[in-house]
């Protein structure tokens, strides 16, 4: 069982920037990959970002690849999710994810909500025009 709870969302301009932050507790962190994951208003929840059990590896939906930045840090079992160049788009509810390391997950199922086993409460993010 991995409990996560994620902070750091707020309301900020374009062109503003936020950091976002996972923490875990429960089994060990480092044997579960993570995911970020948004859902706007009247929308189907999607994919962010990811990232490997060692942080070496990290993976972007186009919609934030070059403005987003998922890190981890196992010794402090956190996650994180360093916003860029907001966009009013961005505007959604952020959750942090996980799904345990023996599930070996392909580039395009590890983009799919259902793989993953564990969900944080979510943290609103409003980017204003």
């Known amino acids: 069982q991995v409990q996560l709870v994620e902070s750091g969302g707020g309301l900020v301009q374009a062109g503003g920037s936020l950091r976002l932050s996972c923490a875990a507790s429960?089994?060990?962190?480092?044997?579960?990959?993570m995911g970020w994951f948004r859902q706007a208003p009247g929308k189907e929840r999607e994919f962010v970002a990811h990232?490997?059990?060692?942080?070496?590896?990290?993976y972007y939906a186009d919609s934030v690849k070059g403005r987003f930045t998922i890190s981890r840090d196992n010794a402090k079992n956190t996650v994180d999710l360093q916003m860029n160049s907001l966009k009013p788009e961005d505007t959604a509810v952020y959750y942090c994810?996980?799904?345990?390391?023996?599930?070996?997950?392909?580039?395009?199922?590890?983009?799919?909500?259902?793989?993953?086993?564990?969900w944080g409460q979510g943290t609103q993010v409003t980017v204003s025009s």
């Open positions: 994810a996980a799904y345990p390391m023996t599930r070996k997950l392909s580039m395009a199922t590890m983009m799919v909500a259902d793989e993953y086993d564990y």
């Open positions: 429960g089994r060990t962190f480092s044997s579960y990959a």
């Open positions: 990232i490997s059990l060692s942080g070496a590896n990290t």
